[in-house]
Nanobody, 117 residues
């Protein structure tokens, strides 16, 4: 079955960097559209970035130029490189896969990113 496990979060000062990872299993990773979402306290989960099997990428405006989504198909792993982090980036970050019929996979536990002095 589909399994997604996020890691790499932590506490970082404004302007710092983090690299998130998402280990995927249970589906053909290389051909699937993959996404990063985030959920800030008391807010809805929102899309941050996505990457197709052909490495076409999308970013929400608030992270353009700061975040980079990438994938390693040999390792079935999705990444999110986050640079110049801001306090408003504080959230739990989740990865997910777009399955047939536009269904999403099961949500993992996420990884907490806190940007603070």
């Amino acid at each position: 079955q589909v399994q997604l496990v996020e890691s790499g979060g932590g506490l970082v000062q404004p302007g710092g960097s983090l690299r998130l990872s998402c280990a995927a299993s249970g589906f053909t990773f290389s051909s699937r559209l993959m996404r990063w979402y985030r959920q800030a306290p008391e807010k809805q989960r929102v899309l941050v970035a996505s990457i197709t099997g052909g490495n076409n990428t999308y970013y929400v405006d608030s992270v353009k130029g700061r975040f980079t989504i990438s994938r390693d198909n040999a390792k079935n792993t999705l990444y999110l490189q986050m640079n110049n982090l801001k306090p408003e980036d504080t959230a739990v970050y989740y990865c997910n896969v777009v399955l047939p019929f536009n269904n999403l996979g099961p949500w993992g536990q996420g990884t907490q990113v806190t940007v603070s002095t």
